[in-house]
């Protein structure tokens, strides 16, 4: 499907990713660096640092989200893996991009407007703690997109935005040079990718706590699972599997057969709800024990990853440099 397209995958490296995110997120990105013509996937610490002020926690999620990537399955011969902070060009395009970009473009921003709200919620003044970077946080999305020629963006439902003023602002340049200098990008949702519910019933979300992290060690994996909300009926009682949260994240996540099997135990009262709980985290288990070893591998000899990084960005920058001269050229009249 992608296979003559350039899809570029871009990830903000704030907080540990959760089990949602990997279905949703992280295992189709992987999976299309596999069959894409070029996949890019990229750390966005440029916009990270909008929120994250410590250096240390930034680093800390730098490492993690790099490490968990690669421990899930991403080839670096495949994807072009890499950090936005190390590709100068990226900064370039967006200062070229803001000639273009109209304030009012900015002003109906999802993430700007979302923090707006919260400041006239709290009785705030409107731009308290909103600094530049949030503000124009699409317009570096945008040129993180336009530098790579990207086809494909695939993204989650709140970055849709982003991807659409991606195409407006290239649109307009292209309109205003009369030549194709940007290739307009598409977002793509998935969505057929089914909600997950979190330990408490509602979608899983980092702003909910109910999350079950990727890589939490056994013990806590463990204490999380048994804190999943069930009733009080006993094992003995048929049960309906679709109204039983323990099943319904193991849906999201175990193959058919394995499905079946707890819902016909659950049906004819074979399976009490500790026997279920058991079920799940062995699934949890048996999907992301390899994964888990490996994340602890790359989290340990960082430093090989490092290396990775930089190959990943000595083959993007010379991408991005060549949108940037077609982009130099044509605002300063070069050509
Ligand atoms: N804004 C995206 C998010 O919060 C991360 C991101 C930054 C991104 N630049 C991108 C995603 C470019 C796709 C393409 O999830």
Redesign the pocket.
């Known amino acids: 499907m992608f296979e003559d397209k350039i899809v570029?995958?871009?990830?903000?490296p704030t907080g540990h990713p959760h089990l949602a995110n990997y279905l949703g997120a992280i295992k189709p990105a992987i999976s299309m660096g596999h069959t894409a013509k070029q996949h890019n996937m990229?750390i966005?610490d440029y916009?990270a640092i909008n929120a994250v002020k410590d250096p240390k926690i930034l680093n800390q999620g730098i490492k993690e989200i790099a490490s968990i990537y690669l421990a899930c399955g991403l080839d670096v011969n495949k994807s072009i893996f890499y950090r936005?902070s190390d590709i100068a060009e990226i900064p370039e395009i967006t200062t070229i991009l803001y000639a273009y970009t109209p304030k009012g473009l900015m002003n109906k921003s999802h993430?700007y407007k979302a923090s707006l709200d919260k400041n006239r919620e709290a009785g705030k003044p409107d731009d308290d703690g909103i600094n530049m970077g949030l503000y124009t946080?699409p317009t570096?999305?945008a040129a993180?997109?336009l530098a790579f020629d990207?086809d494909i963006?695939?993204?989650?439902k709140?970055?849709v935005q982003?991807?659409e003023i991606a195409r407006d602002i290239a649109g307009a340049i292209n309109a205003h040079y009369n030549a194709t200098l940007l290739k307009l990008p598409e977002f793509s949702v998935e969505d057929n990718i089914a909600v997950i519910p979190g330990l408490d019933g509602r979608k899983m979300s980092k702003s909910y706590n109910n999350v079950i992290p990727l890589f939490a060690d056994k013990k806590e994996l463990k204490k999380l699972v048994f804190s999943i909300q069930t009733d009080s009926r006993p094992m003995e009682e048929p049960k309906e599997p679709e109204g039983i949260l323990v099943y319904q994240i193991y849906k999201a996540l175990a193959p058919i057969d394995k499905q079946q099997e707890m819902a016909q135990g659950l049906r004819e009262g074979k399976l009490g709800y500790g026997h279920i709980k058991n079920m799940l985290l062995d699934e949890i288990l048996r999907q992301t024990d390899e994964a888990r070893d490996k994340y602890e591998y790359y989290m340990a000899h960082f430093n090989e990853v490092e290396g990775m990084l930089e190959d990943g960005a000595a083959k993007a920058r010379p991408l991005a440099k060549r949108t940037l001269e077609r982009l130099k050229n044509a605002v300063f009249g070069r050509m």
């Open positions: 570029l995958t871009g990830v903000k990229f966005a916009h936005q993430a946080y570096l999305m993180d997109i990207a963006v695939p993204v989650g709140d970055q982003h991807v």
